[in-house]
């Protein structure tokens, strides 16, 4: 071998060992196998009463959830207080949190699979923009970070509450819960994003969901199970007939299932809670939006008594949004079309064209009275989570005139009109409901008594 | 010398376009945010209008020396000393405004996906790359460009469709952002962010014609401008104009929000590989320009020697800035803005001068063309 | 409006029936050159005298360099030529040839390269016959010429010639040598018959659908495989030998009038620098000619299939044979020539393009799916849906190894099964299958080796790498993956994109015979339509043209469409 030759392999052997002690060096730093961390799922946060935070985290036990899943058979654990550990820590701020977090597990935290936030109520009252810096810095965390609000108990207690009806798997649980958020509107679909664009955009105002406790489930849980109570006790806590359901979140009377709801939301504005709204007024706000999707309203159809229509009403297009500035107040004119579907019609014939335009015409004006009062009851604080500004951001030309709208006084003593125009389509298979007969359709019509039927008494 | 490989105006058009648009990777939106606030898209759009002149002299200096690069031809119609002064400047600038680009594009990378790395360790292998795609020449790295292509304009395009899908229209609204008059001035301004199209004087031997040249240099402009465009609409879509500001690496801001559904969500590394093949092929580029240009100073026959020593500087280069914002700060205030105008009025010089000789001496017009290779 | 008007719209106007026109209709666009007639010779004629085979025209110069008239000299002769002694091969077989007047002869071969009977049948009989020859004939004035015309009844060429080296050559070729007592030239016969196989299947390219023959070692077999599938007048078939010693025939094809002449000059250029002893195959023929031989990337087509040659030489390709090499060599090329298979062609539009598809997903799979997963197991776990996340950490959990080396172990096995399933007996071939599926597929699992996750990974790879059809691309394939598993292992998603950029940035400069390997995508050339999908056939009407052919059109552009064509109507005879 001459010398050149000699030359010429020193020189890649020094390249390769450029090279191979990068390689060498850098695996050192980042890598990090997948059984060296732990993945948070969900997190909470809370005030503690010291004034403190509580950092509450959902922690994955992947060996866990394989086992329940493939390879054992349905043998292993299911609950999610088997597959994941619920942790929390105290701190002044959440990365000191996530500190003592890493001290307290045994392996590295990692926030890359977390999607979703369980912030309690009263940090939201001290306003959004101190806890949301962090979330927004932090490199693991997304804007796509679910977002909800704890009202009536801290997070912490929603964490230790939560008992999925159907899902073994946590994360695919979130997915679940913001799948319905979107496809129901029960509650907003509020992410970090959301969040952060809604508490900067200059007259706009924001919302988010609600995670509440019902009390009535949460008596019925049992460890990691919740057992039904008998009928007898659920009746207890019946309300009186014929008002109108009350859909707060922690208040729905139900039994079974999860202890923790997420119907309703809270009102933010500049990232400050203002005001709530229960899950009908949810709806309600995300069609003034134009984010609704679909839902079934029941609608009274008579002023008697249990008679109702009930629809499946689905999004047809985005809003009509007008904003006449020339009067004084403002006049706001809202017009939403929908399509719907009959589901039940109680008692009514409704097998005419002209039957339908009444149906359509019961369901608008139901519908613009809940519309009304919430839009009231927004202009009273005033906040407008319904993004009313649209049409006035698009006739002005640049950012300092758009900036100087006095959006808030305007829109506290706007006009506001809502115009619903349902268009009920089709009745189903049926075109009226069944009915009894004309010969005993009196008899059948008649009150039922207290007396006992013939032939009960065997029965008993 | 080498003859130098031909490319072909296809290649150019996207070499040009990666190019000139890699710079929106980093910290530009940002700052355009802050120019542009809800108009953040006309800017480039603008830019590129103010831009037309210098593309016009660009063309036209091809005409008078099409195997020339721009520091040969002060040798040519000064002599020697005019071919230092310009060259050696010349060819550290696009060192340490390369090196500025690397220093940004590592330290988000850095945070992005490998926090832990130190970024000497991350900075190496990416330069080793770099190294040895300008040691290839012009002609192999556009050809990588072209075949990685998929996965650079397909994936940009993409993620870019992907975040209109999650767009808000009325952030559109003001259309004029500041006003227009305010537009036009901050355009005029950043006009700097277009100084990649000179690269162009720096390959005139191995574009096919001055057709071509015409062809790319305006239309492959005008389509990096439109590009920028969109890729800044698609920011100002999805985040109001309060907030694009605040933001420090936008487009993977942006990007970190798509969500197609629970399986094409978190592309963010995705968008990094993307990132990465984009600045590797516009910093071997950059090394090659620089190294050409110095290697044509010093009349050395070949440049492959100089490409891994000036890597090394580049290397170097990268560290000085202490922190993200300084080099921001250096690249985008001065920087950009003091070499664009300097190559600006370097070029337009040359051209006039070409010019006046040529109309001086009519007839010795090949003469004017011939010379160097007598030198 | 008047109803003249209206009936427009109503029936379509009649073409005209009458055929006379009062011009000639337009000649036909794109005639073929090689309807042309063409100098075409001096195009090809070789700008450096190459040395030519058999070496007639080297003629000796001293008297040495003759044989000697006496067969006792020539014996001598030859025995210090070819050792006579010890070279067994050699046959030395006196006879008389049965002339009126009886002569001594001598008839030298090798024994392994002619055909015993052939020779005693067309050589050695009529030879020996008693011979009355009526009178002397005019054409053949010398007694050499006689017997070579008259006597023997052997199909080959023969050649009378007094040079001794040309006589050794072709000795060692395989002809048989006729030497006289008295004559100071001889008589050399063709009788060659080497052994070797028949043509049979191809072995590492069959397929479903074309041709079932595959090249065999024989140079005039495959090139005659090759001529029944190309016959025209054009197709040039240069024979030269290459190394010093051993003296292998090669053949150079192409179609003359096609081809570019400059590439058949820079091929020929390329094997005659080949200044080596021996060549023995194919293989170390390519490195020998190739333009970067130490890339990554195969430069040339090195085919056993006779109609991909010949398809090949159709575009304007140069095919090459080795002597005793089953392979065929096409250059220029370009990269997509490796994920095309002679099927996708032979098949309908939609099925090869759907076929090609597959063929590309799987490259791009197989290259890059093990590297993806360390990438995203080490590095990028968010890249991943949570629930998918937690099933690859959960099976992970029982794996004490780091990914890398996990990896690197199923690598490396299937590597293993690879190599050795081509190196034992066919007959215990499958046992081998079974021991890796049972090792990979469930023992290392169970035993808390391997994840089962990346099992599956891992043994799509390995699938997706079966689907290459080039045999030589596959061994690139197994490098570069990994290389990119390294990459992947150090660097996460960024050391893949680094790698890869580097990849592309050596492909971009490799080149067959001067043709970039990665036209006509980049430098972007006119297709014609087959790149990566194929097209329609009748839209396939022009060559390729980075291959830089003389004629490129394929097939008459001017052809109308099948639905315009006339059709012949099916009639009930009776």
């Given at each position: ?23 060498l ?8 196998e ?10 909470g946060?809370?005030?503690?009463p ?19 899943g ?31 977090l ?5 392996r ?5 699979q977390?999607?979703?936030?369980v ?10 923009h ?8 932090h490199r ?8 909800f ?11 230790q ?56 489930v ?12 008998p ?8 309300e ?9 979140p ?10 923790v709801?997420y ?15 229960n899950?009908?007024?949810v709806?309600?706000?995300?069609l ?30 985005p ?29 009514q ?27 009231a ?11 009313f ?66 032939g ?5 | ?27 530009l ?14 800017l ?29 031809i ?6 020697r ?40 360790a ?12 300008a ?24 993620l ?17 952002g ?9 355009a ?29 240099a ?6 990096s ?33 798509i ?8 592309l ?38 100089y ?30 803005p ?26 010795k ?11 | ?13 009649k ?42 025209k ?14 006792s ?32 002869a ?55 010639l ?9 000795l060692?070729?395989g ?26 299947t ?26 029944a599938?190309?016959?025209t ?5 240069e ?13 150079l ?12 000059e820079e ?22 000619i ?59 539009n ?33 890249m ?37 399933s081509l ?5 215990i ?6 021991v ?139």
């Amino acid at each position: 071998m001459s010398d050149k030759n000699v030359n010429k392999v020193k020189k890649i052997l020094a390249i390769a060992m450029v090279f191979l002690s990068v390689t060498l060096l850098t695996s050192c730093w980042d890598k990090q196998e997948l059984d060296q961390m732990a993945f948070v799922l969900s997190m909470g946060i809370d005030r503690s009463p010291a004034g403190l935070l509580d950092l509450t985290a959902r922690i994955a036990v992947p060996e866990a959830i394989v086992g329940a899943g493939q390879i054992g058979g349905g043998a292993g654990p299911t609950a999610p207080g088997q597959i994941t550990k619920v942790l929390t820590v105290t701190a002044r701020t959440l990365p000191e949190g996530v500190a003592l977090l890493e001290a307290t597990v045994e392996r590295r935290i990692s926030f890359m699979q977390c999607r979703i936030v369980v912030i309690d109520e009263k940090l939201v009252e001290e306003g959004l923009h101190r806890t949301i810096d962090f979330f927004n810095r932090h490199r693991e965390f997304r804007r796509s970070l679910i977002f909800f609000m704890a009202k009536g108990s801290p997070a912490r207690e929603i964490f230790q509450h939560a008992v999925p009806v159907l899902e073994e798997n946590i994360a695919r649980y979130v997915e679940d819960i913001v799948d319905i958020q979107r496809q129901f509107g029960f509650s907003p679909f509020v992410r970090l994003h959301d969040l952060n664009n809604t508490m900067e955009m200059y007259h706009f105002d924001g919302l988010i969901p609600i995670m509440a406790i019902n009390e009535e489930v949460a008596e019925e849980k049992e460890g990691e199970d919740v057992k039904p109570r008998p009928t007898e006790e659920y009746w207890q806590d019946d309300e009186p007939a014929h008002e109108e359901l009350k859909t707060i979140p922690g208040k729905l009377h139900r039994s079974g299932g999860n202890p923790v709801s997420y119907v309703g939301a809270g009102v933010l504005v500049g990232g400050k809670l203002v005001g709530f709204m229960n899950a009908d007024e949810v709806r309600i706000t995300e069609l003034l939006r134009g984010r609704y999707k679909t839902g079934i309203w029941s609608i009274p159809l008579a002023q008697e008594e249990m008679n109702y229509a009930s629809v499946i009403l689905d999004h047809q297009r985005p809003p009509l949004i007008a904003v006449d500035t020339s009067t004084e107040p403002i006049r706001i004119t809202v017009t939403i079309r929908m399509k719907g579907k009959l589901m039940e019609v109680q008692g009514q014939d409704i097998g005419t064209p002209e039957a339908f335009r009444l149906v359509e015409k019961k369901i608008a004006e139901a519908l613009n009275k809940k519309a009304l009062d919430v839009i009231a009851r927004m202009q009273s604080i005033p906040a407008d989570p319904f993004h009313f500004i649209r049409p006035l951001r698009w006739r002005t030309l640049t950012t300092k005139e758009y900036v100087a709208i006095p959006w808030h006084e305007w829109f506290q003593n706007a006009e506001v009109v809502v115009d619903f125009q349902p268009e009920v389509e089709f009745f189903g298979f049926q075109v009226n409901p069944s009915r009894p007969n004309l010969k005993v359709e009196e008899k059948v019509l008649e009150e039922p008594t207290e007396e006992e039927l013939p032939g009960e008494e065997e029965w008993e | 010398m080498k003859k130098p490989g031909m490319l072909g105006t296809f290649e150019l058009f996207l070499l040009l376009w990666l190019y000139s648009t890699s710079t929106i990777l980093l910290a530009l939106p940002r700052i355009y945010a802050q120019d542009g606030q809800s108009a953040l898209w006309l800017l480039p759009i603008i830019s590129y209008l103010y831009l037309l002149p210098f593309i016009w002299v660009i063309i036209k200096l091809r005409d008078y020396f099409p195997d020339k690069i721009l520091v040969e031809i002060p040798v040519i119609l000064f002599g020697r000393w005019a071919g230092y002064l310009v060259g050696w400047p010349l060819a550290f600038y696009i060192l340490f405004v390369t090196a500025m680009a690397l220093r940004e594009f590592t330290d988000v990378v850095n945070y992005i996906i490998l926090p832990e790395t130190p970024s000497w360790a991350l900075l190496l292998p990416f330069l080793i790359a770099s190294a040895y795609g300008a040691y290839k020449g012009p002609e192999a790295i556009s050809r990588a460009n072209v075949i990685l292509l998929p996965l650079t304009l397909g994936a940009f395009i993409f993620l870019l469709f992907s975040s209109f899908t999650q767009a808000e229209l009325y952030f559109l609204a003001p259309i004029l952002g500041p006003g227009l008059d305010e537009l036009l001035i901050s355009a005029f301004l950043r006009l700097s962010v277009f100084i990649e199209v000179a690269i162009l004087m720096a390959l005139y031997p191995n574009i096919r014609s001055g057709k071509a040249l015409r062809f790319v240099a305006f239309y492959g402009m005008a389509f990096s401008a439109f590009f920028m465009a969109l890729v800044l609409l698609a920011y100002g879509l999805n985040f109001p104009f309060a907030n694009t500001q605040l933001i420090g690496s936008p487009l993977f801001q942006l990007v970190r929000n798509i969500n197609w559904g629970r399986f094409l969500q978190n592309l963010e590394s995705l968008f990094v590989f993307t990132t990465v093949l984009m600045m590797i092929i516009k910093i071997s580029l950059s090394l090659y320009i620089a190294v050409i240009t110095f290697a044509k100073t010093i009349e050395s026959p070949f440049y492959q020697p100089y490409v891994f020593p000036f890597a090394f500087i580049t290397y170097l280069y990268t560290f000085m800035p202490t922190d993200y914002l300084t080099a921001v700060k250096w690249e985008y205030e001065f920087l950009r803005p003091y070499g664009f105008i300097s190559l600006f009025i370097l070029a337009s010089f040359l051209l006039a001068v070409a010019a006046w000789r040529k109309k001086k001496r009519p007839r010795k017009k090949r003469s004017l063309k011939r010379e160097p290779t007598a030198l | 409006m008047s109803w003249v008007k209206w009936k427009k719209l109503l029936s379509v106007k009649k073409p005209y029936i009458d055929k006379s026109f009062s011009l000639p209709p337009p000649p036909k666009k794109g005639k073929s050159t090689l309807e042309e007639e063409v100098d075409l010779l001096s195009l090809y004629e070789p700008k450096q005298q190459p040395t030519p085979y058999p070496d007639t025209k080297n003629q000796a110069e001293t008297p040495e360099d003759y044989i000697p008239t006496n067969l006792s000299e020539v014996e001598q002769w030859l025995d210090k030529e070819f050792l006579l002694s010890l070279n067994d091969d050699i046959i030395l077989r006196p006879l008389s040839i049965g002339l009126p007047k009886t002569l001594p002869a001598l008839l030298v071969y090798f024994q392994s390269q002619v055909n015993n009977e052939h020779l005693s049948a067309m050589v050695i009989h009529p030879m020996t016959m008693e011979l009355t020859p009526p009178a002397p004939i005019p054409e053949a004035p010398t007694l050499l010429e006689l017997l070579a015309k008259k006597v023997t009844s052997a199909p080959g060429e023969y050649v009378i010639l007094q040079d001794k080296k040309t006589i050794v050559e072709r000795l060692i070729n395989g002809h048989i040598v006729l030497f006289v007592e008295g004559q100071s030239e001889a008589i050399v016969i063709e009788g060659i018959e080497v052994p070797g196989r028949s043509v049979s299947t191809p072995i590492i390219e069959s397929t479903a659908r074309g041709p079932q023959e595959g090249f065999v070692e024989d140079l005039d077999t495959n090139i005659g495989l090759v001529r029944a599938r190309l016959r025209t007048s054009r197709l040039v078939c240069e024979i030269r030998v290459v190394g010093r010693m051993a003296r292998t025939r090669y053949c150079l094809l192409y179609v003359a009038g096609l081809t570019n002449p400059a590439m058949v000059e820079e091929m020929r250029k390329r094997i005659q620098s080949i200044d080596v002893d021996t060549v023995h195959d194919m293989g170390l023929f390519e490195q020998y000619i190739e333009d970067q031989s130490n890339s990554l990337f195969p430069q040339h087509l090195i085919t056993e299939r006779p109609d991909r040659v010949s398809s090949a030489l159709a575009d304007g390709s140069m095919a090459v044979f080795l002597d005793r090499s089953p392979f065929g060599l096409v250059a220029p090329i370009s990269i997509w020539t490796f994920i095309h298979s002679p099927e996708d062609m032979y098949l309908r539009n939609p099925f090869g393009s759907f076929a090609r598809f597959l063929r590309i997903m799987s490259l791009i799979l197989t290259l890059f799916a093990p590297a993806l997963y360390i990438a995203v197991t080490s590095y990028h776990p968010e890249m991943l849906p949570t629930e998918l996340m937690l099933a690859t950490a959960g099976a992970r959990e029982q794996v004490p190894f780091p990914v890398f080396i996990e990896v690197l172990f199923l690598e490396f096995s299937l590597e293993l099964i690879r190599e050795a399933s081509l190196r034992v007996p066919q007959q215990i071939g499958p046992t081998i299958g079974i021991v890796g599926a049972i090792i990979i597929g469930s023992a290392a699992v169970e035993a808390g080796i391997v994840s089962p996750i990346l099992v599956v990974v891992m043994a799509i790879t390995a699938l997706a790498s079966f689907s290459i059809p080039a045999y030589t691309f596959f061994y690139s394939i197994r490098i570069l993956r990994l290389l990119f598993l390294a990459s992947a292992a150090a660097l996460g998603l960024y050391g893949l994109a680094i790698v890869t950029l580097i990849v592309a940035f050596h492909l971009a400069g490799v080149k067959s015979l001067g043709v970039p390997l990665l036209s006509p995508l980049t430098p972007s050339r006119t297709v014609a339509d087959d790149l990566i999908f194929r097209g329609p056939i009748l839209r396939q009407k022009k060559r390729p043209l980075y291959i830089r052919p003389l004629d490129t059109i394929r097939q008459n552009p001017s052809r109308p469409p099948r639905s315009r064509m006339k059709k012949q109507k099916l009639r009930r005879t009776l």
